[in-house]
């Protein structure tokens, strides 16, 4: 069947379950350099000292700890009163298979996720048992289930299919979370739950160990965990995995030979996600996960020094720093980020975490940068990650202060994953190199973005909701991934191709200029010997040059720029207008004829970013030729 080839193909593409070496892999190790295996029992925190926050009964300490949102945590508890658990049939799962469809199944069992979190924080912070008996609703509810994965992650079990089997317990990011939920739950309310009755706590702490603890030290195939290779490509995964999974053997497991292990392990698998990543900080994923990626790493740093008592500790470390720093650099700025890879566009910045990140790696950039983003919004306390709420919450009163506006450096290069980010007083660009494998890869090498004033005006579309077809073979079939509807060429009728091999060269980088030899980006039918671009931007202008040489003339070559402004075409320039913002792109009108095309966004996704369409300029050469120079000059006030 058709769909379960596309299914099994996204094994390979996109959940790596096979060992890929990857060039970026560097063995650092900087947690097993901390300590030994044989010395680590010695330092660890048993018995839940390593816990901050308030007990269920201490009534003022938590009133204190909530201030502000204490009353409505306890509305929001309210309104949810009468929430009915929701069941999620077979056919959910299924539908995966079927159409692609993932929100069928993932809506209901988040919103049952959501719920929990809702009832627990609100019986924390009244401490009535008003909101016990729905605690233990879903508790039961969630014990129930044959799985808490997604439907869309069931297929890396054995059977290959979205039907979840009792007979091996995956852990995704779902039940990591759901796990680290339910664990706190677990913490804060078993006294409470065994004046109940004890079997619900019983049954809790059975179902923690069978559908977490146990497969997380008895299953090394995961393949988030990367036991088992080196160079493998791995993302936001690991640290979100083995983040939760640390935290639940933290709050349940007291045994020091078992817990041990599985901080020993967590540590092996941790360190080769740092391993992968670029030592620069930068988060080939985009902004948008910076927070599952970078976030969870310090999520998971943070609970590891907690239960070895301080003693394991590399925030020092430049590269932690990097990573978070990321953020920072790529916000743009009205809620606009860089968004290369599968980033939108638009970015929710979380003050509160990259306030926490900041105090950890003593980054004042990142503190001033949380300051300003937290005047602006509140903090939000729904969802399903209680223990980043609950950090949130010890934090609040301190992040409250005024504090002067935050100024980014004019100029950002990340040398080993090649983003280039630079400004101006009205201007912010960005542009990439890379390869086009990368963790959520788009075939974007080269491209670049443009916002003038913090509006976007040459753009990356994105992303739309993703389907089955997102992770499988049918990936570059998804417009959003083509390198023709990305800022690009494409060469003798050839577009760019994914692959690792597939990746920038000649590349150039200064404070105020930008070049990359984008050729081998393309495959051998392109027969492009050499294409160079080039990127200088000052005050007012920014000037876009592509010098190539074609081993061979099949086709016009085609220049592509994404818009979501209203576009007029004169002789030899284009008005482009967002939000009253003006720029003028000015180009060779002999050597094109330029088109637009408006590109309809049906995707509540992209809608939700763009609006309702979004615009691509064709520029379409008027001759063959075997080698030249396009110049396009995009003029700003």
């Not at 008895?218 to 690991?238: E, L, P, R, S």
């Amino acid at each position: 069947m058709k769909h379960m080839k596309t299914v099994i193909c996204a094994l390979i593409l996109w959940t790596a379950c096979t060992p890929i070496k990857i060039h970026a892999y560097t063995e650092r190790n900087l947690l097993q350099n901390q300590i030994s295996k044989a010395d680590l029992k010695e330092i660890l925190q048993l018995n839940q000292s390593w816990v901050t926050y308030p007990a269920y009964e201490e009534r003022q300490e938590w009133n204190d700890f909530f201030g502000e949102y204490k009353d409505s945590l306890i509305h929001y508890g309210e309104q949810l009163l009468n929430y009915q658990w929701k069941t999620i049939p077979a056919t959910a799962y299924l539908e995966f298979e079927r159409s692609g469809n993932r929100d069928i199944m993932e809506t209901p069992f988040g919103e049952n996720n959501n719920a929990l979190m809702t009832f627990m924080l609100a019986e924390l912070a009244e401490g009535k048992g008003r909101f016990t008996d729905q605690l233990i609703n879903g508790v039961f509810h969630s014990c129930e289930m044959t799985s808490w994965a997604l439907a869309a992650h069931l297929i890396t079990q054995p059977t290959h299919r979205a039907l979840p089997t009792p007979k091996y317990q995956l852990i995704d990011l779902t039940a990591g979370d759901l796990g680290g939920l339910l664990s706190w739950i677990y913490y804060f309310m078993h006294k409470e739950f065994d004046k109940i009755d004890p079997e619900i706590s019983r049954r809790l702490r059975q179902e923690l160990e069978i559908r977490i603890m146990e497969p997380y030290l008895n299953n090394d195939n995961f393949w988030w965990m990367a036991i088992n290779y080196k160079g493998q490509m791995v993302n936001n995964w690991n640290p979100w995995c083995n983040s939760n999974a640390l935290m639940t053997f933290m709050l349940m497991e007291n045994n020091v030979d078992k817990l041990s292990k599985a901080v020993w392990k967590s540590m092996q698998s941790v360190d080769k996600y740092l391993n992968y990543v670029h030592a620069d900080g930068a988060c080939e994923e985009g902004p948008s996960y910076w927070g599952h990626a970078a976030g969870k790493t310090l999520d998971y740093l943070c609970l590891l020094k907690r239960i070895t008592g301080g003693h394991i500790d590399i925030f020092h470390e430049p590269q932690i720093r990097a990573m978070g720093e990321y953020i920072s650099r790529s916000y743009v700025g009205n809620g606009w980020v860089v968004n290369f890879a599968d980033a939108s566009a638009k970015g929710e910045a979380d003050a509160h975490l990259i306030y926490r990140y900041g105090c950890a790696v003593s980054s004042s950039e990142m503190k001033l940068f949380a300051f300003n983003l937290a005047k602006s919004k509140k903090l939000s306390l729904k969802g399903r990650d209680i223990f980043r709420a609950l950090e949130a919450l010890a934090i609040n009163k301190e992040l409250q202060q005024k504090i002067t506006l935050y100024q980014k450096p004019d100029y950002t290069w990340y040398s080993e994953t090649e983003v280039f980010l630079q400004k101006t007083q009205h201007a912010f660009f960005a542009a990439k190199g890379g390869y086009n494998d990368e963790s959520h890869n788009h075939n974007d090498i080269g491209t670049f973005s443009l916002w003038i004033d913090n509006t976007p005006f040459i753009i990356d579309a994105g992303v739309g909701t993703y389907t089955r077809q997102t992770f499988s073979d049918e990936r570059y079939s998804i417009w959003t991934m083509q390198s023709d509807f990305h800022n690009l060429p494409k060469i003798n009728g050839i577009s760019q191709q994914y692959g690792k091999k597939f990746k920038a060269s000649q590349i150039q980088a200064s404070s105020k200029h930008f070049s990359l030899d984008i050729s081998t980006a393309y495959p051998q039918e392109a027969a492009v010997k050499e294409w160079i671009r080039d990127y200088k931007l000052n005050e007012h202008t920014l000037i876009i040059k592509d010098k190539f040489c074609l081993t061979e003339v099949k086709d016009v070559n085609i220049i592509h720029f994404l818009t979501p402004g209203k576009i007029q075409i004169k002789k030899n320039l284009i008005r482009i207008n967002n939000n009253n913002i003006k720029i003028v792109l000015y180009f060779n009108s002999q050597a094109f004829e330029v088109n637009q095309e408006e590109i309809i966004l049906t995707d509540k996704r992209l809608s939700a970013v763009w609006g309702q369409s979004i615009f691509r300029l064709v520029f379409k050469a008027k001759e063959k030729s075997r080698q030249g120079q396009y110049i396009f000059k995009i003029k700003y006030q």
